[in-house]
């Protein structure tokens, strides 16, 4: 219980020397969340996590495109197209309460760093993979970072998300607070329950 506390003090402090430009808006579940400064309508969230979690474990989730719908309560489609420079092309369909469904053609790529692997994705520029029946999302551009840690797991999770549309900006914010720290709990979950 010390050492948690005390990894969670840790990853707090390089947090708030590291990234300047966050802002803090909770710490929940092994992980400190935060809001970024916007970028055009939306701002960017971010997530760093301490979990006692084998890395390769996490990384073995993340690496399976075709499954985020398996465990992401948002994403309720997502279909593997094929290789494309970067990665694979991959159709995803989302859903948030109080919103019609969105869809899009992401480039979802991954990459080794120190200690681990960094899961990227972004807008396909072609999008005529869309089914054209859901609202057309204008930006979803992320990344996890999972690396091994004394404990288990350091997890980074970033993204910077635009629904299209119409949206309220009360639900942006409940996005950006409990939506994300819902979307991060769920990776924890599937692993610890898989």
Same mark, same amino acid.
């Given at each position: 219980?010390?050492?948690?506390?005390?990894?969670?003090?840790?990853?707090?402090?390089?947090?708030?020397?590291?990234?300047?430009?966050?802002?803090?808006?909770?710490?929940?579940?092994?992980?400190?969340?935060?809001?970024? $400064?916007?970028?055009?309508?939306?701002?960017?969230?971010?997530?760093?996590?301490?979990?006692?979690?084998?890395?390769?474990?996490?990384?073995?989730?993340?690496? $399976?495109?075709?499954? *985020?719908?398996?465990?992401?309560?948002?994403?309720?489609?997502?279909?593997?197209?094929?290789?494309?420079?970067?990665?694979?092309?991959?159709?995803?369909? *989302?859903?948030?309460?109080?919103?019609?469904?969105?869809?899009?053609?992401?480039?979802?790529?991954?990459?080794?760093?120190?200690?681990?692997? +960094?899961?990227?994705?972004?807008?396909?520029?072609?999008?005529?993979?869309?089914?054209?029946?859901?609202?057309?999302?204008?930006? $979803?551009?992320?990344?996890?970072?999972?690396?091994?840690?004394?404990?288990?797991?350091?997890?980074?999770?970033?993204?910077?998300? $635009?629904?299209?549309?119409?949206?309220?900006?009360?639900?942006? +914010?409940?996005?950006?607070?409990?939506?994300?720290?819902?979307?991060?709990?769920?990776? +924890?979950?599937?692993?610890?329950? *898989?």
């Amino acid at each position: 219980m010390r050492q948690e506390r005390y990894n969670r003090a840790m990853l707090l402090l390089l947090s708030s020397v590291a990234f300047a430009g966050w802002t803090q808006t909770a710490e929940e579940n092994g992980c400190v969340y935060f809001v970024g $400064d916007r970028q055009g309508a939306y701002a960017p969230v971010r997530a760093e996590c301490d979990w006692p979690i084998a890395a390769e474990k996490l990384q073995k989730i993340l690496a $399976d495109n075709k499954s *985020h719908a398996a465990y992401f309560g948002s994403v309720i489609a997502s279909n593997v197209l094929g290789p494309t420079a970067g990665g694979e092309l991959v159709y995803q369909a *989302h859903q948030a309460s109080g919103i019609s469904d969105r869809e899009i053609v992401l480039v979802m790529g991954q990459a080794p760093i120190a200690s681990g692997v +960094r899961y990227t994705w972004e807008r396909a520029p072609d999008q005529s993979k869309s089914t054209g029946k859901l609202v057309p999302t204008v930006v $979803d551009t992320g990344k996890w970072e999972v690396t091994k840690s004394a404990t288990g797991a350091k997890v980074v999770y970033e993204l910077l998300y $635009d629904p299209g549309g119409s949206v309220p900006s009360f639900l942006v +914010r409940s996005f950006q607070g409990s939506g994300t720290r819902t979307l991060v709990g769920e990776l +924890r979950t599937w692993a610890e329950t *898989h």
